[in-house]
């Protein structure tokens, strides 16, 4: 939950290339909306290329500022979108990885969806939780210990929560789960 003192604030972490259009840009605007404060950060501040599908690319996004520039207490939660290149290369990404694991050290909230729980598989967090993801990480899912289901949205608490779902068609409810766990307006 967010600090009765300030606004909650949320951090999405992407790549530079290969985000799932949808999933970044619909939580960017969904949380911001609601009066949440959101910080998308990425590897650089250069431009972070969307795809649609991911093999369309579309519309580049301007990251706020770059991994390295970000620290876990000004953030409640931290989002991951999908797209599968995207996941692949912040798994490979230490500050990403960190990052993963300095929010669920501190008992913050964490939300992905799609691929990406791969940042989550890397950063060895998942092991005893219940989650979803796109059915492809099925296998790496079990693989790291967690319970694999297929439901729109999981939200698994014990020690720091877990937010997960599967697709752009699960949006809404991954956004709304987001809002109700950092106590949004």
Not at 177 to 184: C, D, K, L, N, P
Request: contains cysteine; charged residues 25%.
């Amino acid at each position: 939950m967010s600090r009765p003192d300030r606004e909650p604030a949320v951090l999405v972490v992407t790549s530079q290339t290969g985000v799932e259009r949808d999933e970044l840009l619909e939580p960017l605007k969904q949380l911001r909306d609601n009066g949440i404060r959101v910080t998308h950060a990425a590897p650089s501040t250069d431009a972070v290329q969307t795809f649609v599908h991911d093999t369309e690319a579309d519309t580049t996004v301007d990251p706020d500022t770059d991994l390295a520039s970000v620290s876990v207490s000004d953030f409640d939660a931290l989002v991951v979108p999908g797209g599968t290149v995207n996941a692949d290369k912040l798994r490979t990404t230490k500050e990403a990885v960190d990052l993963a694991r300095g929010f669920a050290d501190a008992g913050k909230t964490i939300a992905a969806i799609c691929h990406g729980p791969w940042l989550l598989v890397e950063a060895d967090l998942i092991r005893g939780k219940t989650m979803t993801s796109y059915p492809s990480l099925q296998t790496d899912v079990r693989n790291a210990g967690a319970q694999w289901v297929d439901e729109q949205v999981v939200r698994t608490q014990d020690g720091w929560t877990l937010i997960t779902s599967r697709n752009p068609r699960d949006l809404d409810a991954f956004c709304s789960a987001i809002e109700t766990e950092v106590g949004a307006k």
